[in-house]
């Protein structure tokens, strides 16, 4: 059985070899100009370019499927509720008593959903290329507490543990016969009690040791300067990436608010 429940996919990729900070301003800036942009053909093509650059660093297919089985559920429930309590427009495709669905309105709720689509895999751009280590080291470098840092290394390195201990523990359970599925909702709950137990004293036993490890590297000591193995350094490509990187977004702000491009969903100005 594989524990893996990591988003990092390990490669030798021009994307990989980016500094994580450069990945980081990708994302804001991805993130800022989606939201500044409202029109469906854009965010189709913010879709298109996401989807090559991931393609490009070698991500593998089926994180790009997981990532979309994960936003199917906004992908049908946005457009729908936004013609129910958004109706607007004077092309009515559909009505029903007090339900009337018209193109304006439909087609809104699209590209909001795709916003959101694009938004995501802008994300998990940066995640799909980034490895723990060097993803909480570009934060530290970027004024994040040290000990702030730790904490987030630790959560990213345990959570996939306990949740592969999780498994290990109710699939020896139901083994033993332990029946997860069968009565009310609170008799459900009260048969999860032994896996919760097994995994508290897990817990209790990890931190220690974690604990111990930790004193012996003499964290939290005064006047302690902390260093790394490998540490992480602008190369002369990174400072070019951050530099085309703003120069697209200054031009991209520019068009959307001193000329009006991607204001409506389907007309680009």
Same mark, same amino acid.
Not at 54 to 73: E, F, Q, Y
Not at 131 to 148: A, C, H, Y
Not at 218 to 230: D, E, F, K, S
């Given at each position: 059985?594989?524990?893996?429940?990591?988003?990092?996919?390990?490669?030798?990729?021009?994307?990989? +070899?980016?500094?994580?900070?450069?990945? #980081? +301003?990708?994302?804001?800036?991805?993130?800022?100009?989606?939201?500044?942009?409202? =029109?469906?053909?854009?965010?189709?093509?913010?879709? *298109?370019?996401?989807?090559?650059?991931?393609?490009?660093?070698?991500?593998?297919?089926?994180?790009?499927?997981?990532?979309?089985?994960?936003?199917? %559920?906004? =992908?049908?429930?946005?457009?729908?509720?936004?013609?129910?309590?958004?109706?607007?427009?004077?092309?009515?495709?559909?009505?029903?008593?007090? !339900?009337?669905?018209?193109?304006?309105?439909?087609?809104?709720?699209?590209?909001?959903?795709?916003?959101?689509?694009?938004?995501?895999?802008?994300?998990?751009?940066? #995640?799909?290329?980034?490895?723990?280590?060097?993803?909480?080291?570009? !934060?530290?470098?970027?004024?994040?507490?040290?000990?702030?840092?730790?904490?987030? *290394?630790?959560?990213?390195?345990?959570?996939?543990?306990?949740?592969?201990?999780?498994?290990?523990?109710?699939?020896?359970?139901?083994?033993?016969?332990?029946? #997860?599925?069968?009565?009310?909702?609170?008799?459900?709950? /009260?048969?999860?009690? %032994?896996?919760?137990?097994?995994?508290?004293?897990?817990?209790?036993?990890?931190?220690?040791?974690? *604990?111990? +490890?930790?004193?012996?590297?003499? #964290?939290?000591?005064?006047?302690?300067?902390?260093?790394?193995?490998?540490?992480?350094?602008? /190369?002369? +490509?990174?400072?070019?990436?951050?530099?085309?990187?703003?120069?697209?977004?200054? *031009?991209?702000?520019?068009?959307?608010?001193?000329?009006?491009?991607?204001?409506?969903?389907?007309?680009?100005?």
């Amino acid at each position: 059985m594989s524990f893996s429940f990591d988003l990092y996919v390990q490669r030798r990729s021009w994307l990989h +070899a980016v500094d994580p900070r450069v990945k #980081l +301003a990708f994302v804001f800036l991805g993130t800022v100009l989606m939201l500044a942009f409202k =029109n469906l053909f854009i965010m189709l093509l913010s879709l *298109a370019i996401t989807h090559l650059i991931i393609s490009s660093a070698g991500v593998p297919g089926h994180k790009v499927r997981w990532v979309w089985k994960t936003m199917l %559920p906004i =992908n049908i429930m946005i457009p729908l509720l936004w013609v129910i309590f958004y109706p607007e427009g004077p092309t009515v495709l559909f009505q029903f008593w007090f !339900l009337k669905v018209t193109a304006l309105s439909f087609l809104r709720g699209i590209a909001l959903a795709l916003r959101l689509d694009a938004i995501a895999f802008i994300c998990f751009t940066w #995640l799909f290329t980034t490895d723990q280590t060097s993803l909480v080291r570009s !934060l530290v470098k970027l004024g994040l507490p040290f000990e702030w840092g730790l904490v987030l *290394a630790i959560g990213l390195r345990y959570i996939p543990t306990f949740y592969g201990l999780y498994t290990v523990v109710s699939e020896a359970q139901q083994a033993r016969a332990l029946d #997860l599925t069968r009565g009310s909702f609170f008799t459900r709950v /009260r048969s999860y009690l %032994p896996i919760l137990v097994a995994m508290l004293i897990s817990a209790l036993r990890t931190s220690e040791q974690l *604990a111990r +490890a930790m004193e012996s590297r003499a #964290l939290g000591l005064p006047g302690v300067q902390r260093t790394c193995l490998r540490d992480i350094r602008f /190369r002369p +490509a990174d400072y070019a990436y951050t530099a085309l990187l703003i120069a697209l977004f200054s *031009a991209l702000l520019t068009l959307r608010f001193q000329f009006g491009l991607g204001t409506h969903p389907l007309y680009l100005f």
